[in-house]
């Protein structure tokens, strides 16, 4: 089955930076999209980036552009984030999050908390 | 910037109807999404391209799309449906969001 284990959570000061790490497997890694979303302590849910199969094309929510980098290695089957100069608003709980056909993100790891506190 | 709005609360009492809507200027031509999300799980998608329910998702969920809204209906809401629930779509430049979420009390 389907499983999605983010890790490379944790507590950092602001301007630092921090890498996510989702490590995939249950189905063919370097066939699909990923995504990450996050949510904050008591908040809703704000899609981040997505990657394609091959890793040729990225896009990123506003809030996040020139300061995350979503990448892939297809050989490991890992999706990573690349967070640089992190501020205290992007404190939360981050998911890696996989497609299945036409369900968009459908499934989901159990996340992985980032604390940006000084 | 694009966004999707809901109302932040619905509460009905169980086995009434509830409807969460989701307003968005993208909608008449973007499909919208309909994602469950119960404390400390993670999300669960419950209505996919507007109308659409994927497999294991009760019939008594269901959606619809009208111009800039969508509409998330639960018909005869029960006490287990309590929960946040987000729309999801996309802008005509292909940014995907959510709203900002709806928590349904079913009391």
């Known amino acids: 089955q389907v499983q999605l284990v983010e890790s490379g959570g944790g507590v950092v000061q602001p301007g630092r930076s921090l890498r996510l790490s989702c490590a995939a497997s249950?189905?063919?890694?370097?066939?699909?999209?990923m995504h990450w979303v996050r949510q904050a302590p008591g908040k809703g849910l704000e899609w981040v980036t997505i990657?394609?199969?091959?890793?040729?094309?990225?896009y990123y929510a506003d809030s996040v552009k020139g300061r995350f980098t979503i990448s892939r290695d297809n050989s490991k089957n890992t999706l990573y984030l690349q967070m640089n100069s992190l501020r205290a608003e992007d404190t939360a709980v981050y998911y890696c999050?996989?497609?299945?056909?036409?369900?968009?993100?459908?499934?989901w790891g159990q996340g992985t908390l980032v604390t940006v506190s000084s | 910037s694009y966004e999707l709005t809901q109302p932040p609360s619905v509460s009905v009492s169980p086995g009434q109807t509830a409807r969460i809507t989701c307003s968005g200027d993208?909608?008449?031509?973007?499909?919208a999404y309909w994602y469950q999300q119960k404390s400390g799980q993670a999300p669960v998608l419950v209505i996919y391209?507007?109308?659409k329910r994927p497999s294991g998702i009760p019939e008594r969920f269901s959606g619809s799309s009208s111009g800039t809204m969508a509409t998330l209906t639960i018909s005869g809401a029960q006490v287990e449906d309590e929960a946040d629930y987000y729309c999801?779509?996309?802008?005509?430049?292909?940014?995907?969001?959510f709203g900002g979420g709806t928590k349904l009390t079913v009391l």
């Open positions: 999050a996989k497609d299945r056909a036409e369900w968009p993100l459908y499934y």
């Open positions: 249950g189905f063919t890694f370097r066939s699909y999209a």
């Open positions: 990657i394609s199969y091959d890793g040729s094309k990225k």
């Open positions: 993208a909608l008449p031509k973007k499909y």
């Open positions: 391209e507007d109308n």
């Open positions: 999801y779509s996309a802008d005509n430049n292909g940014n995907q969001m």
